[in-house]
């Protein structure tokens, strides 16, 4: 069963990094309270959560995000994890994750945050390509990504990686190697997201002056689609393709590869990709049959039937008859 997840945003105010793709602004204030979170804050946004989990029993993760929490001052992180342990004592929170970057993870980091009820570390990557992670503004190396997972991992905790699509100065070969260098590290979980320019970001100013060109939405679909064949082949679960839809991200959106369903395009096209390739090994004057699990069929007909309608114009959609199974697994393609 999916854990019933309790967000808590801590507002990363005063941020000594200029990552060009943040708009710092609603990251630190505008859009939240204008102040840090703090403990009651955390008590009052776990009790308002409660009520569905208590019902239905589900695991419950209280998930510290918005900001780099080990970047936070010590005894505030103590405060606010502190104030989750209540919850954990009597049942009704299960563990914590939260959100930092690689360079906020230290040799001490792991145990600090196990002895506090944190299971799952997810780390701000980014990018293993240090151009691009300099382009960007980031302030951390692919090595200090590298010595974070280690720290993580041997500290008993579960490590995400958080990748983007698009930088500035990416190129698809170093993206590619990256992503096999991040599989390497054995993460427990991906998010990919694309990169988008936002209002007020630095990024927004390199594209208003023309030096920077987001990926068009296909490509940036294309890339992530490689991506994730990379993470799936190390079975490497990826939870997240694409932002969160919000108003207050659409609003604040330039430029870029933003789609409210962009995860789902990419899995619409990784599957006609597989249909299409055992569509073509099919001959053309027989009539096979292929199965697709039935849980998929949404996913792979696409938007307004568009991939059936590509496969009837690439003259393949007549080699074989394409029928739903609800009993096969998601994600394959079984010639009968
Ligand atoms: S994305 Fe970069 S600039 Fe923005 S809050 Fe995180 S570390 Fe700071």
């Not at 108003?247 to 395009?265: C, D, K, M, N, R």
Request: proline share 6%; aromatic share 8%; with cysteine.
């Amino acid at each position: 069963m999916p854990p019933f997840v309790i967000p808590v945003f801590i507002h990363h105010q005063g941020c000594p990094h200029r990552c060009v793709f943040c708009d710092q602004t609603r990251i630190t204030g505008a859009a939240g309270t204008g102040r840090t979170v703090d403990a009651e804050d955390v008590r009052l946004e776990i009790e308002r959560h409660l009520i569905r989990p208590r019902r239905f029993r589900w695991p419950v993760q209280v998930a510290f995000y918005g900001g780099s929490f080990t970047g936070l001052d010590i005894d505030l992180q103590l405060k606010l994890l502190s104030a989750v342990k209540p919850f954990i004592d009597k049942g009704e929170v299960d563990q914590i994750r939260l959100s930092t970057r690689p360079d906020y993870i230290g040799p001490d980091t792991a145990s600090f945050l196990f002895d506090h009820g944190v299971r799952i570390v997810e780390l701000g990557v980014q990018s293993m390509e240090p151009e691009v992670l300099a382009a960007s503004g980031r302030g951390h190396s692919p090595d200090q990504t590298e010595a974070a997972f280690g720290y993580l991992k041997s500290g008993g905790l579960e490590v995400g990686a958080q990748l983007m699509v698009g930088l500035p100065g990416e190129t698809t070969s170093g993206l590619i190697k990256g992503a096999y260098r991040i599989a390497g590290l054995k993460p427990d979980l991906v998010r990919i997201y694309p990169t988008v320019v936002l209002k007020g970001s630095g990024l927004a100013r390199l594209y208003e002056d023309g030096r920077y060109r987001p990926p068009s939405l296909h490509k940036a679909l294309a890339l992530t689609a490689r991506l994730k064949g990379i993470f799936d082949r190390y079975q490497i679960r990826v939870i997240r393709m694409g932002l969160q839809a919000t108003e207050t991200l659409e609003q604040s959106i330039v430029a870029g590869p933003y789609h409210p369903a962009f995860g789902e395009l990419v899995l619409s096209r990784i599957l006609f990709k597989k249909v299409r390739a055992v569509l073509s090994c099919l001959p053309a004057e027989g009539r096979g049959t292929i199965s697709i699990a039935e849980a998929d069929q949404s996913i792979f007909r696409g938007r307004k039937n568009m991939n059936v309608k590509r496969l009837v114009d690439l003259g393949l959609a007549a080699r074989a008859e394409i029928i739903f199974d609800n009993n096969q697994p998601r994600n394959t393609v079984v010639v009968r």
